[in-house]
Nanobody, 128 residues
Framework: VRLQESGPGLVPPSQILSLTCAASGGSITAKNYYWSWIRQAPGKAVEWVGAISYSGGTYYNPSLKSRTSISRDTSKNQFTLQLNSVTPEDTAVYYC?????????????????????WGEGTQVTVSS
């Protein structure tokens, strides 16, 4: 499966960030596959943002949950991250990734080695 992120490179503060991850070569509804968003901000640790499961269940980083929504369009085989009320702290490279789980984990990994599929990443800058 190939994953490709897309979205605006520049988002004004307080606005909504919306990123899409398009999957090709396999279905995001494949049983027991979970599809995550992960970000790497300059000078900060990699952070797991959230995930959506093969059946549409969603999981969020508690620190971002109030501002985050992940959805999917199975007809287009893609899933979308929406992050509200962005600040410069949300500036990061955003990655989408996918892997198999028997059950959704309590602790979601952030390293590419822990995922079967990993996108190239897309830079998002929050600035006026």
């Amino acid at each position: 499966v190939r994953l490709q992120e897309s979205g605006p490179g520049l988002v004004p503060p307080s606005q909504i960030l919306s990123l899409t991850c398009a999957a090709s070569g396999g279905s995001i509804t494949a049983k027991n596959y979970y599809w995550s968003w992960i970000r790497q901000a300059p000078g900060k640790a990699v952070e797991w943002v959230g995930a959506i499961s093969y059946s549409g269940g969603t999981y969020y980083n508690p620190s971002l949950k109030s501002r985050t929504s992940i959805s999917r369009d199975t007809s287009k085989n893609q899933f979308t991250l929406q992050l509200n009320s962005v600040t410069p702290e949300d500036t990061a490279v955003y990655y989408c990734a996918g892997r198999y789980y028997q059950l959704a984990p309590d602790n979601w990994p952030t390293h590419p080695h822990d995922y079967k599929y990993w996108g190239e990443g897309t830079q998002v800058t929050v600035s006026s």
